[in-house]
Each structure stands twice: as C-alpha cells, then as structure tokens.
C-alpha cells in the first residue's frame, strides 16, 4: 500500500469557503482513501505565509521527514499547489530533491500527480500564475494601504494610547493617553532622556490592562518618534524616505510639541564614538548578582574605565548598575578556562572530534580527485580522436590547431585544480591533531585573543552556559563584584564516558 503525508496551510485566520483548515483536511483524507494512500500523518501549519520555506516550520518538518526516508516512497498530499509553495524557483528546488529521493507531490485541486510524464512542466506553468498572483496581490494591497494613508486613514495595528475599531479606526485611550502626554511632557519641557523615563515609568506606573508591560528605553523613542500622536498618519518602508500625511484621528498632544519633540531627537541623535578598545566578549553570559539578567557593556563617562552593567539597569533603569570590572571578570573566566581546557579527557575528547570532522571534509576532496583524473582521460582521448580526424582529413591544419589549443587549456587548468586537491588532501593526511589540540589548549589564551569578536563568542557559546557574578564587601560600604562561578554546557565526567 502507497503511503502518503498531507500538508494543510491557510495564508491568514479568515478564509474562503474551500480553503479553510477543516476542508483541506477532509479533502486531504478523502482523496487518500479514493487513492488507496496509508496516510501516516498530517502536518498542520495553521495560519502563516507561504511565500518561504523559512516562515513554515510545520512543512520543514514534513520535508525533513519526508527526504529522510529512503526505504519507500512517499506522496505529499495537498488540497492546492499554493498551499505547497507560491515561490516558482523555490517549488522547483524542492520538487527536485522530492524526485532524487523516489518521492512525489500530490494536488487534489489541480489533479496532479508527479509520478506521471509531463506533469512538471504544467507545475512550472502553474507555479508561474501563483508567484505572479501572490506578487499582485503584495502590490494591490500595498497601494490600498498607500492610499488609504494618504486619505489620513489608519492601516491597523497596535499604537500605545489608542484603540482601534473593526473598521480600522483610531479611538484615544485616555487612560493610555496620560502616560503618552507625560512621556512628550518630561522628554520636551524637562528634557528627560530616554532610560529616565522607562525607569519612572517601570517605578510608577502599572497598566491596568497589562500588568507585565515593562517600559525600555527603545518603546520610549517609539513613542516620541511616532507622528500619529499629533494627528499625522505615517507610510512608507522602514530604511527608505516615509511620508506623513493629515490623519482623520484625534490627536493627543499638539503639532507644536511633535516638532519640538523632533527638534530636541535630532540634537541628542548622534553616533556614539567607541573609545575603549577590545571587544565585550562577556557581554550575555555574565549574569547580575540580583536579578539575574544578562550583563552589558558599559563604560565610565571619561572612558578610562571599562566595565559589565546590569541590562536591566542600562536599558530600563531597573535593578542597580552592579558594575564588574571588564579587565578582571575576563582575565578570571580566561585563566579558569585554560586551567579547565588542559584536562586530558577534555584533549581526547577534542583530537577524537577534529579527526572525525576531517575525516568528513577529506571525503568530497578524494571525490573531486577522482573526478578531474577522470577528466584527464577524457581530454586525453579528445586529442587523439582530434589527431585521427586531421591524419584522416576530415578537417583541416586550422581546425585541428584551434580545438587542440581549447584542449590543451581546458587541461592546464583540470591540472591545476588537481593538484590544489591532491596537496590538500596530503596535508590534512600528515595533519598531526592530537599536537595541533595540545598547542591550542596549551597556549589558549593567546589563541583566544587571536579570534574575531564573533568567533571568541561563538567558541563560548559552546562551552560556557553562563557566568555567576557575587558582590563581596570591602569594609565601610565598599563593595567589589567578582566572577562566582563558571557554569559549563559540559562536565569532565560526562567527557570521560564519551572518550572511554
């Protein structure tokens, strides 16, 4: 018995009749039952976009699945080939790599089946219509919203000091509307800065309808930047030029304060200069001694000390700053990661992994070899079969130098490319890793210093989990914060079991 899988997408919560969730699965299971299909299962990915692969983890799931299994075949089983993909070179890839490994789609809507002759070529033509009608329905909406913001009509969504109706249109909230005047009120008349508003805000102000709302200093510039406030309705793509037209709302501050709240944004806007050299590589793993929450950089206001704040602090005004010393707090995790590293279970461990990955990357370089020596020979033939033609005056001294020099240099270079492939494979053949693990962990220090910002993260991230900090007292209310504890992604026992 063929086994199938069905796949049910709707593109928003309301649909037609014929394209909701319980048709396409009564539709699905129907026409596996009419197909004499076992069906295994159905992936259900509600309601979402379907112009990628990337914003659909249901389908991921079903082509992981799918593509995994190489035993039998399986047939994926839609109501309509939009459902599947809209995205023509996207479908085609897809469909390319379901054919390599023996499986097939099925649309009900369309009658099609891949397992019969010439039904590619009318997915192509179909997929063709469904790219172009998604592509018209982006520019028909877009224009709508373009022009109903040109009218003043609100687009929807949600904006901090209104309510919106079914109809799209905007009501002030006033219980909402204070806390937006009191935010243009300390921002342009006692020129509060961003972090001391939040944190005001965090300390004196809970939402009656949203008890967890938490004020930072980016929700802060969203209001303060925004002109539907002063009555305007704002269109136009983030990062390109936005216009502002006279919205049909009522505003809740006045013109006259939008544009001093603007005028006073563009005199405090500036690019911040980075003084301090070196990179934060601790930043998110150092955790704060009260909250808990990740600690940032920070650096005094002369830039001559450099130090890890609390987050919640630095973006809220919550907690306390609880100040780490940079300079100690990685000097601390690097010597007790060096100390750590030079574990002989962790250097097994290690050798064990770099020779297994190259052992991996070694194999596509002995395919190529293959390949290009195989290209050789057949080069080597085309030369002779050429001299064959030319002693049999087939063509003449013209044409036997013209394709013997394309020969030759089509030759030159499979040469080279041989034995660029032939010296890396020597290499990582003599390639000692056990010596290559030891100089590394013997000098990590160095080593680690040596990486790029984003790698010295990405090679944490595999070993620490995160970082407690402790603050310990110096007499007479001093204080110090230090590293507590390293808490690791691995324990030596664990390595040990691994390697044993």
Not at 314 to 321: I, Q, S
Request: aromatic share 10%.
């Amino acid at each position: 018995m063929k086994k199938a899988v069905g796949y049910l997408r709707v593109s928003t919560d309301i649909q037609l009749d014929g394209y909701s969730i319980p048709k396409q699965d009564r539709e699905v299971r129907r026409h596996c039952e009419y197909a004499n299909f076992e069906l295994l299962k159905i992936y259900n990915e509600g309601s979402g976009s379907g112009s990628s692969i990337k914003e659909r983890p249901e389908f991921r799931q079903l082509l992981h699945d799918v593509l995994s299994n190489e035993k039998e075949s399986i047939y994926i089983v839609v109501w309509k080939l939009d459902r599947f993909a809209r995205n023509l070179k996207e479908a085609m890839v897809l469909l390319d790599e379901i054919h390599k490994k023996g499986h097939y789609l099925v649309s009900i809507s369309e009658g099609i089946n891949t397992e019969t002759e010439g039904s590619i070529l009318l997915l192509q033509v179909l997929f063709a219509m469904a790219e172009n009608e998604r592509r018209n329905i982006l520019f028909h909406c877009k224009n709508g919203m373009r022009e109903r913001a040109e009218k003043g009509l609100f687009n929807g969504g949600r904006v901090f000091g209104y309510s919106s109706t079914p109809a799209k249109k905007l009501q002030i909230n006033e219980h909402e509307a204070k806390i937006v005047r009191f935010i243009f009120d300390r921002y342009v008349v006692d020129g509060w800065g961003y972090k001391k508003i939040a944190s005001y805000l965090n300390n004196h102000y809970t939402s009656d309808e949203d008890n967890s709302r938490s004020w930072s200093i980016f929700s802060i510039k969203s209001i303060v930047t925004n002109p539907i406030y002063a009555g305007f309705i704002r269109w136009g793509e983030k990062g390109k030029e936005r216009k502002i037209y006279k919205g049909q709302h009522h505003a809740i501050i006045s013109e006259e304060q939008w544009f001093k709240a603007q005028s006073s944004y563009s005199e405090r806007s500036y690019q911040p200069v980075k003084i301090h050299k070196g990179s934060y590589f601790l930043s998110g793993f150092l955790k704060c001694p009260e909250c808990n929450s990740s600690m940032v950089q920070h650096k005094s206001s002369g830039g001559k000390y450099l130090y890890y704040q609390c987050s919640q602090n630095k973006n809220k005004g919550l907690c306390k700053a609880n100040l780490i010393n940079k300079n100690d707090a990685e000097q601390k995790v690097l010597t007790e990661l060096s100390s750590k590293l030079k574990a002989t279970e962790i250097r097994t461990f290690l050798s064990s992994k770099l020779s297994s990955q190259l052992k991996l990357d070694i194999q596509p370089k002995h395919e190529q070899f293959k390949f290009f020596k195989k290209r050789l020979k057949e080069l080597q033939t085309n030369k002779k079969q050429l001299f064959d033609l030319y002693y049999k005056q087939i063509i003449d001294e013209d044409a036997l130098s013209d394709q013997l020099s394309h020969l030759q240099n089509s030759e030159k270079d499979i040469n080279d490319k041989l034995k660029r492939v032939e010296s890396s494979i020597e290499l990582e053949n003599n390639l000692n890793v056990g010596l290559i693990v030891n100089n590394i962990l013997d000098n990590f220090e160095q080593f680690f210093q040596s990486l790029d910002d984003i790698k010295k993260k990405e090679l944490l991230k595999e070993i620490i989990q995160d970082i407690q900090v402790t603050t310990v007292p110096l007499g007479k209310k001093r204080v110090k914060r230090v590293v507590n504890q390293i808490n690791y992604n691995f324990e030596i026992n664990s390595i040990s079991k691994l390697v044993s």
